[in-house]
């Protein structure tokens, strides 16, 4: 069972940064692509970046240039830079790993974290 814990999050202006980070509770973490998803309220969880464990990236094309997803496995944490943040940024972001199908697909990861608030003002 991998437990993972988000942090970093917060409120912020449009055009702010902040790195959001995920911190997992084993070493095989390191063995597991990892994803980024954000969740805006009454709306569905939707992907954000995802990275796998040969440390290719995947992005939504709503964040392709802002953001960056890397991972430092001696950690056992990934991160998610978040840059030039928008309004339409604000929502729950959760990390997520062990896919079992598509990276793409919230529904296809195995654990979760508890998520971590972005709030972006205009």
């Known amino acids: 069972q991998v437990q993972l814990v988000e942090s970093g999050g917060g409120l912020v202006q449009a055009g702010d940064s902040l790195r959001l980070s995920c911190t997992a509770s084993?070493?095989?973490?390191?063995?597991?692509?990892m994803g980024w998803f954000r969740q805006a309220p009454g709306k569905a969880r939707e992907f954000v970046a995802a990275i796998s464990w040969s440390d290719s990236t995947y992005y939504a094309d709503s964040v392709k240039g802002r953001f960056t997803i890397s991972r430092d496995n001696a950690k056992n944490t990934g991160y998610l830079q978040m840059n030039s943040l928008k309004p339409e940024d604000t929502a729950r972001y959760y990390c997520?790993?062990?896919?079992?199908?598509?990276?793409?697909?919230?529904?296809?990861?195995?654990?979760w974290g508890q998520g971590t608030q972005v709030t972006v003002s205009s």
């Open positions: 997520a790993t062990d896919p079992r199908g598509s990276i793409y697909s919230s529904s296809k990861y195995t654990y």
């Open positions: 084993e070493r095989t973490f390191s063995n597991y692509a």
